[in-house]
């Protein structure tokens, strides 16, 4: 009579546990299994530590041959909705209505336009305010956020110069972009007029794309340090003749009257926001997306126009173009063909276009661009948010 060795492997009848690491992972038990394979076999089970098996079964088969065959049946978790699910394609995606767990800063204090296109973009996130706007980056880089929101352009101030440095600064990618109708609006403490208001709080964009409107009232303009913070003053202060421009969320939070609303010069006022993550998205081609890059040129006639060609040449449509100096080599030498050297700025281009890096055309058109440049690097590919 011979007797062999069956070691398995058993789940506990609860609910799965964390993964083990390291030590714990010597700690998972097993039984030992001792079967006699005469004919008239006597099962004996030995369970270490103590627990008691099941779902452990042997069935004898006999082949052609007439031999005698064991054929094991374990049974593994018998509650099947308590194991994890298979991943699928979708898996790898974020879910934008998933995000009650996803904590996002921003530059300013609640109330801010930022915190407004972070709750746009993950309506049910928790936003977490910073000081400056390289703040919000640093929450990210060190995982005190999932991501961060930076306003990048507005239809009427134009770009955020300072915003396209911190691109380039960190290593954080372009995931999604917000663009938010802007609602300036004029907001007083309880009870006041807006003939009441003889000087108005905010941030000096906010002031300058509502000048007309605060010329008509006849309205003193002093600098804030954000439409939210300005709110808050406002509140805080209680005094009537004192206003603030600021959003509608930001009258909710500091208990201010809305006196005007879209008291801004341009009706389609829209700032541009993007939301930062330190993994990039994997591109897609089943909806619009846009591209981020930016890159340097080598020297030689023409070669900014060779370098745009290479989108034009596919129908690659650009819908943005930034020039920034270079801070590390501000000013290139060129010697010129008389006594002396002629110097000039020395410039990092920013460019926008609509199209996916799923795609062969942006695939060969960046393999193009490099051709001409000294330095490019993608800075996010991310699905155009069209605003309607």
């Not at 403490?189 to 000096?204: F, W």
């Not at 541009?272 to 040129?297: G, H, M, N, Q, W």
């Not at 410039?347 to 661009?369: K, N, V």
Request: aromatic share 8%; hydrophobic share 40%; with cysteine.
């Amino acid at each position: 009579m011979a007797l062999r060795c069956f070691p398995i492997w058993v789940c506990p009848q609860t609910t799965l546990p964390s993964p083990l690491v390291g030590q714990d992972a010597k700690r998972r038990r097993f039984f030992v299994t001792w079967e006699c394979s005469s004919s008239a076999s006597v099962r004996a089970v030995t369970a270490i530590e103590g627990e008691a098996p099941y779902g452990r079964e042997l069935k004898k088969t006999s082949d052609e041959m007439g031999l005698t065959q064991e054929t094991k049946s374990v049974t593994f978790h018998r509650d099947l909705s308590m194991l994890p699910k298979p991943l699928t394609a979708n898996s790898l995606y974020s879910s934008a209505g998933d995000d009650s767990k996803m904590r996002i800063s921003f530059q300013g204090i609640p109330g801010a336009y930022s915190e407004t296109a972070a709750l746009k973009a993950y309506p049910n996130c928790e936003t977490v305010p910073c000081e400056q706007f390289e703040t919000a980056f640093q929450a990210v880089e060190l995982w005190l956020v999932d991501k961060a929101v930076l306003p990048i352009e507005n239809s009427v101030g134009g770009s955020i110069h300072r915003n396209y440095d911190l691109l380039l600064r960190h290593r954080l990618h372009i995931v999604q972009e917000v663009q938010l109708p802007v609602n300036h609006c004029l907001l007083g403490v309880p009870g006041v007029r807006k003939e009441d208001i003889k000087c108005v709080l905010s941030h000096p964009q906010a002031l300058d794309q509502c000048m007309n409107s605060l010329n008509d009232l006849g309205i003193h303009r002093v600098s804030a340090k954000d439409t939210a913070t300005a709110a808050q003053t406002v509140s805080s202060s209680g005094k009537r003749d004192i206003g603030a421009i600021a959003s509608v969320r930001a009258a909710n939070i500091y208990g201010l009257d809305i006196l005007a609303e879209n008291i801004q010069d341009d009706a389609n006022n829209v700032t541009r926001f993007l939301i930062l993550a330190r993994e990039p998205v994997i591109p897609r081609t089943d909806r619009p997306y846009k591209t981020s890059i930016v890159f340097s040129l080598e020297e030689g006639p023409g070669v900014l126009f060779k370098a745009l060609a290479v989108f034009a040449l596919r129908s690659i449509n650009l819908s943005k173009i930034e020039s920034r100096p270079q801070r590390r080599r501000p000013l290139r030498v060129v010697d010129g063909s008389n006594n002396g050297s002629a110097k000039y700025f020395d410039y990092l281009f920013y460019i926008d276009f609509e199209a996916s890096m799923a795609e062969t055309s942006a695939q060969h058109a960046l393999g193009h661009l490099q051709e001409f440049s000294s330095f490019i690097r993608i800075l996010g590919c991310y699905p155009m948010d069209l605003v309607r």
